[in-house]
């Protein structure tokens, strides 16, 4: 306590710190004695505190607390996501080949838009000369331009084309020197003009338990021979979800075709053709299995047919053999069908002014297996059975260089044998087999004209670097009749077309190409009196920017 009580001083040594001499002695087994300890200590006495009393006044107030913002310096580390890869909008692709021949095509398209696309493209494909003994009056040209387009709404998506297509062609199927005759009247060409719209939208709300899907096509046709057509064709599917195995459903399709054909001596006829039809049906899906059943009902107003109202039964049943890998399926279907000027003029070209009816697929009878084997090849092939009242078919008139559309009256069957195959057999070669044996019985007919019985359809891309891709195509077609200016039947040649494809890639903006078609050189015949080109080739190059 008295180290506490008075204060310490402490002295520096003298000297500058250096050590005074002093004696030390050190005595060995000297016994130190310190004076007892006194351990009497008083207890101290605590008395009780006095009383203590206070008023406390407690008040309970709101404290409003202002905080500043917090704003952490934290940074989280993420995976750097891989850059998209550049994308081109234009493409520019141009070639020339034998036949005097000039392909020139144009592709615009937006770059990536969460909602949206659009683009227009131009194609051009023309030649001078053609097959046939007189290949100057046998070239031709096709030319497309058009617009497209889709937009993603909230649930729903919905696309749009419009577009010109012009088809020039000569009809050189010459036979006893017709074409040349001076007394005959009959133009020696013919231009097609083709415009459309379609337009579609399709819902894809998963939270919804309706669902729907509309189309519409217009289509307007007209030739120099002075026949037109406005053809409207619309569906309209609406399905509700009962549960996630069930729906029910109803189709509804709308047809309409204006037709206006020429008779070439300032004369012709207006008529129109339309269809109505509905098909409420039902659809399950479970594990193993999954079916749709329904009724079609048909109304048409062609007078070709017997009847104005048509009830066709519609089924497919589907049962998973084994997930994925094998599928066994049969159903049943049918429709009437309008056959359109439109369509008859792409099928042939060479169409004359010709009446057009409706078609009616009375039964339509199917089965098959289909899946896939292994990891690669996928398969599908069937049977079908098919009945057909006013099968439509083309016949040689005007001398044989010209065609028209004749209809079967009655009902003709149809047994199918097809077969579709995918096989991916290396991730840089694939291979699709499309084959088709047709057995056709006529109610009235000889034959069933310029239809084929035997259909193979052969195509294969293979890149075989980095940079070269190959492309082959191989078609077959047999067992083809022609029916004769007199009537008779006329066999043609089988026919053998193998193609080949060759693109090389400088970069992703540059490539050159190389189309080679009809390598075997054979003038085939696919409709009578009319040889296609012999060897042809388009050499070019494509630059996108």
Avoid: C
């Amino acid at each position: 306590m008295g180290l506490l009580a008075n204060p310490l001083v402490l002295f520096a040594q003298d000297n500058q710190g250096e050590i005074q001499e002093e004696e030390v002695i050190i005595r060995k087994g000297k016994k130190i004695k310190l004076p007892p300890v006194n351990r009497n200590y008083k207890k101290i006495k605590i008395g009780q505190p006095a009383a203590f009393e206070q008023n406390l006044d407690l008040k309970f107030r709101t404290a409003n607390i202002v905080l500043a913002p917090l704003d952490p310096s934290i940074r989280i580390k993420t995976i750097k996501p891989e850059p998209l890869a550049k994308l081109y909008p234009v493409l520019v692709k141009a070639g020339i080949g034998n036949y005097a021949t000039t392909n020139f095509e144009l592709y615009w398209e937006n770059k990536r838009d969460k909602n949206s696309g659009i683009g227009f493209f131009i194609d051009h494909l023309a030649s001078q000369r053609g097959a046939g003994e007189e290949q100057e009056i046998s070239g031709g040209s096709h030319n497309k331009v058009g617009v497209f387009g889709e937009y993603a709404f909230a649930n729903s998506l919905g696309v749009a084309k419009l577009g010109f297509q012009r088809d020039h062609i000569n009809y050189y199927g010459i036979i006893d020197d017709l074409l040349f005759d001076p007394n005959r009247i009959l133009p020696s060409d013919n231009t097609y003009n083709r415009a459309y719209v379609i337009a579609g939208i399709k819902s894809y709300d998963l939270a919804s338990y309706w669902d729907y899907d509309f189309g519409f096509k217009y289509h307007f046709t007209d030739d120099l021979l002075g026949n037109s057509e406005h053809l409207i064709r619309s569906v309209f599917d609406l399905n509700y979800e009962l549960n996630p195995r069930l729906k029910i459903g109803l189709d509804l399709g709308l047809d309409f075709s204006q037709y206006n054909q020429n008779f070439f001596s300032s004369s012709s006829i207006n008529y129109s053709r339309s269809i109505i039809e509905g098909l409420p049906y039902v659809s399950m899906e479970e594990e193993k299995y999954r079916f749709k059943v329904g009724l079609r009902v048909a109304y048409e107003n062609d007078t070709m047919l017997n009847n104005n109202v048509h009830i066709y039964p519609v089924g497919l049943f589907t049962y998973h053999v084994l997930p994925e890998k094998l599928d066994v399926y049969a159903g049943v279907d049918g429709r009437p069908e309008i056959h359109s000027f439109h369509q008859a003029s792409i099928d042939n070209q060479w169409l004359y002014n010709s009446y057009l009816s409706t078609s009616n697929l009375v039964l339509n009878l199917f089965g098959g297996v289909k899946g896939k084997l292994g990891s690669n090849l996928w398969y599908d092939l069937n049977l079908k059975y098919k009945t057909i009242d006013q099968l439509p078919m083309f016949v040689n008139v005007s001398g044989g260089d010209r065609f028209e559309v004749l209809y079967e009256n009655g009902n003709s069957t149809l047994f199918q044998l097809e077969g579709l195959i995918t096989w991916q057999i290396h991730r840089k070669l694939s291979v699709d087999f499309e084959g088709r044996l047709n057995n056709y019985s006529m109610a009235k007919q000889a034959k069933a004209w310029h239809l084929p019985g035997t259909e193979l359809n052969v195509k294969a891309n293979y890149f075989a670097r980095e940079k070269l891709m190959f492309k082959l195509g191989f078609l077959i077609l047999d067992g083809i009749y022609g029916r004769g200016f007199s009537g008779d039947e006329i066999k043609l040649d089988p026919i053998y077309d193998l193609g080949l494809g060759i693109e090389y890639f400088f970069s992703k903006r540059f490539t050159i190409f190389g189309d080679f078609n009809n390598l075997i050189g054979k003038n085939y015949q696919r409709y009578l009196n009319y040889h296609v080109k012999g060897f042809n080739f388009i050499a070019g190059a494509s630059y996108s920017f």
